[in-house]
């Protein structure tokens, strides 16, 4: 089952990453993850902790680049182009986790960017934002081998209209099916 959960959810992060990436370099620049412009004020707002979203997102892409071990399209980049001193944001996302592509997608000031970024799963951004989340956590669950069947589920999901009259229980593994279902049907409707 952790297999399965496991490829469908893969499938979703690539589709968030290309789309992520896509949208947001036509409308901000190759490096729009470096800018202010695209995200919300809560982007730089400190936790308890004293962190940023930006500060923690920023650090991430910094391991990266500064990374000896990292892929070979980054070294690549790094070694042969001076600008922008950073990669395009489509190198970086290929290595950036869920969770933090998640942070980014919710942090964007603009709805029409989330629309846009929506647009390939056919769901509203507050739906797909709230099921990012519970994704990430069953992504964690299935990443550790964790058990999914007959648990419950920490972080609870929007229920959507797509849903239609299927009933769920909440914070259970059906619940997280049915929303692996009509992702995987919006990105691959034959699979």
Known sequence: LRLLVSDVIERIEVALRASLSNVLAIKYGIVWYSKKEPFSKAWNIKNKKGVTPSMFFSSEVNKIINN????????HYINYYSEPKTPPSWMILECLSLGSCTTAFRHLESVNDKKAICKIFNEHPSVIGSWLDSLRYTRNLCAHHSRLWNRWFVVE?????????????????HQQAIILYKLNQSLSPDS
């Open 68 to 75: 000896r071990h990292c892929e070979d399209f980054i070294k």
């Open 157 to 173: 999901p929007i229920h959507s209209r797509s849903f239609g009259n299927i009933k769920t229980t909440e914070r259970s593994f």
